[in-house]
């Protein structure tokens, strides 16, 4: 069974750093591309960022190039979202979810992580 | 900046079918977009359904069906039952950088 499970979520202060961690298994980890997606409290979904299964190719929405950075750890099975410079418009639920084909799609989603940035 | 448009809400009946639409502020939606759909139910993370314009997920039932009506993606949802009452988000593949759009969402009301 894929499972996704996110962690690292919480409170930061505008301009401060969270990391998000995203757990995988069920599923080789290294063949699939995986990504981000997010949701603001009441609002719709918001892609941030891809990267494809080797880390070659690396992809950001243009509201968070410059600040969040995508890696993974394909021995570990992990998926990471260095988050800096957050803002408060960056307050959401962060989801990881896998990603099949090109362009991807979003087969598999983990149940999200809550960022909320406040002061 | 392309804004991808959706109902903000519609509603069915029990047994119905609706239709739901993907549209772009500019321009026409084609299979080279590659749109896809997503459910999600309140405080549930989302769930895959159509991708590649009009291929179902693994497990979804052939109630649901894409395809391009006109100048946009299309979601249709025949038999409407009870628990299809969610959001449904569509997403674009707009190239370029890599981007991939949401719509706004359509909050489905079966009633």
């Known amino acids: 069974e894929v499972q996704l499970v996110e962690s690292g979520g919480g409170l930061v202060k505008p301009g401060g750093s969270l990391r998000l961690s995203c757990a995988a298994s069920g599923f080789t980890f290294s063949t699939y591309s995986m990504n981000w997606v997010r949701q603001a409290p009441g609002k719709g979904l918001e892609w941030v960022s891809s990267?494809?299964?080797?880390?070659?190719?690396?992809y950001y929405a243009d509201s968070v190039k410059g600040r969040f950075t995508i890696s993974r750890d394909n021995a570990k099975s992990s998926l990471y979202l260095q988050m800096n410079s957050l803002r408060a418009e960056d307050t959401a639920v962060y989801y990881c979810a896998r990603g099949v084909g090109w362009p991807y799609y979003f087969d598999y989603w983990g149940q999200g992580t809550l960022v909320t940035v406040s002061s | 900046q392309t804004v991808v448009t959706q109902e903000p809400s519609f509603s069915v009946s029990p047994g119905g079918t609706v239709t739901l639409t993907c549209g772009l502020s500019s321009g026409s939606v084609s299979t080279s977009y590659s749109p896809s759909w997503y459910q999600q139910t309140p405080g549930q993370a989302p769930r895959a359904l159509i991708y590649?314009?009009?291929t179902r997920s693994s497990g979804v039932p052939d109630r649901f069906s894409g395809s391009i009506l006109g100048n946009k993606a299309a979601l249709t949802i025949t038999g409407a039952q009870a628990d299809d009452e969610s959001d449904y988000y569509c997403v674009l593949y707009m190239g370029g950088g890599a981007n991939w759009v949401f719509g706004g969402g359509t909050k489905l009301t079966v009633l």
């Open positions: 590649s314009t009009n």
């Open positions: 990267i494809s299964s080797s880390s070659s190719y690396i």
